[in-house]
């Protein structure tokens, strides 16, 4: 008897230990192109305790671990009191519990007094591209169109397109980017150049608005070779 409720004790065990594993939540951050002045720390709060993160500026951060469950993540400039209230009008972004992995997105918004940021949240876990391939993600109101290699894309505003990796094996590749500033409109140039394809990494292409005619484009690639939930495959 002892024996069988050893292995019982064994096998509980175990199963709490792959639950705890699999509900590890990771984000990065990134800052998409910081304005003069902007900050480059803040505090990021995760409902129940805030912690000093870096705005990297065209690239990630470091991997961030946070608690399950649904979350309401707000940034502030100084840590939040024990008591849990954010000030009124704090940048805020709702991740579901259903998402484990993703990309914090940081935008510029001269408007909000507080803290002259916007978040979003990229869920990175079922939009994850496969190495060589890139999640484009269309911040404009624009449908973009590109052609990469030997593939071409097509992003509708405000979508998110996995595209498919434009060499078979790491290499320069030529790219081409259009886009239509409205329904019916001729597709007008944005850029065409050569770009290196890291075939190991998984890529995040964003589409931005500039301030100026044309839309911006950045890629950043994802290897997450420090991610300490063990997701790198």
Not at 98 to 118: A, H, M, Q, T
Not at 126 to 151: F, S
Request: proline share 9%; charged share 25%; net charge negative.
């Amino acid at each position: 008897m002892k024996s069988l409720f050893f292995v019982a004790l064994a096998f509980s065990c175990l199963s709490c230990f792959s639950k705890g594993k699999e509900n590890v939540r990771t984000c990065r951050i990134i800052f998409l192109e910081r304005p003069e002045g902007a900050p480059e720390e803040v505090h990021l709060f995760d409902g129940t305790s805030s912690r000093k993160v870096s705005l990297p500026s065209m690239n990630f951060s470091e991997v961030i671990t946070l608690p399950s469950g649904d979350l309401e993540l707000g940034m502030t400039k100084d840590p939040v009191p024990k008591s849990g209230d954010l000030p009124p009008d704090a940048p805020t972004v709702k991740v579901p519990a259903e998402i484990n992995d993703f990309f914090l997105i940081v935008v510029s918004d001269p408007e909000n007094e507080i803290l002259p940021l916007r978040m979003l949240s990229v869920d990175a876990g079922v939009e994850r591209p496969e190495p060589g391939q890139t999640l484009w993600i269309n911040l404009t109101k624009y449908t973009i169109v590109g052609n990469l290699g030997r593939t071409s894309l097509l992003v509708a505003p405000g979508e998110r397109v996995i595209g498919k990796a434009p060499l078979p094996e790491s290499g320069y590749y030529k790219v081409h980017f259009t886009y239509q500033r409205a329904e019916g409109d001729e597709f007008l140039p944005i850029m065409r150049k050569s770009w290196w394809l890291d075939a190991s990494s998984r890529n995040l292409g964003f589409i931005t608005d500039s301030g100026g005619r044309l839309p911006r484009i950045f890629t950043f690639r994802d290897q997450r070779a420090a991610d300490p939930a063990g997701q790198d495959e």
